[in-house]
């Protein structure tokens, strides 16, 4: 897979080959929804219901907009573009309104099964 340095679904992939052993089939956040489907029949995540069912470690995506990582305290931890890091830059309310209110993208979480 083609990514652009350091873009969020690069990232993630990075983190999660790291953590348990495989990647999402994707290279882009926009299809990111879709992609998470098929992991899930696949037994390998599970959508969860809402993000205030969040736990440290599911994945919150944005489809067409960003993809993070839930961290504890309601943080969410993404790559920054301008930066080229990885770092805690949102929390549930700014990310709810950067990409729900702001672009009016929907909000899903993802939970990695092992």
Same mark, same amino acid.
């Given at each position: 897979?083609?990514? =652009?340095?350091?873009?969020?679904?690069?990232?993630?992939? @990075? #983190?999660?080959? =790291?953590?348990?052993?495989?990647?999402?089939?994707?290279?882009?956040?926009?299809?990111?929804?879709?992609?998470?489907?098929?992991? #899930?029949?696949?037994?390998?995540?599970?959508?969860?219901?809402?993000?205030?069912?969040?736990?440290?470690?599911?994945?919150?995506?944005?489809?067409?907009?960003?993809?993070?990582?839930?961290?504890?305290?309601?943080?969410?931890?993404?790559?920054?573009?301008?930066?080229?890091?990885?770092?805690?830059?949102?929390?549930?309310?700014?990310?709810?309104?950067?990409?729900?209110?702001?672009?009016?993208?929907?909000?899903?979480?993802?939970? #990695?099964? @092992?």
């Amino acid at each position: 897979m083609l990514f =652009r340095s350091l873009s969020c679904v690069w990232m993630l992939n @990075k #983190i999660l080959k =790291r953590s348990v052993g495989y990647t999402i089939d994707t290279n882009s956040v926009t299809s990111m929804d879709n992609d998470f489907q098929g992991e #899930i029949s696949k037994g390998r995540a599970m959508e969860v219901s809402s993000l205030n069912e969040a736990q440290p470690g599911d994945i919150i995506v944005s489809p067409g907009g960003h993809v993070g990582v839930i961290a504890e305290n309601r943080k969410i931890f993404s790559n920054s573009s301008s930066t080229k890091t990885w770092r805690q830059n949102f929390t549930y309310d700014s990310w709810k309104r950067d990409y729900a209110q702001a672009k009016g993208l929907k909000i899903k979480v993802y939970r #990695i099964l @092992k």
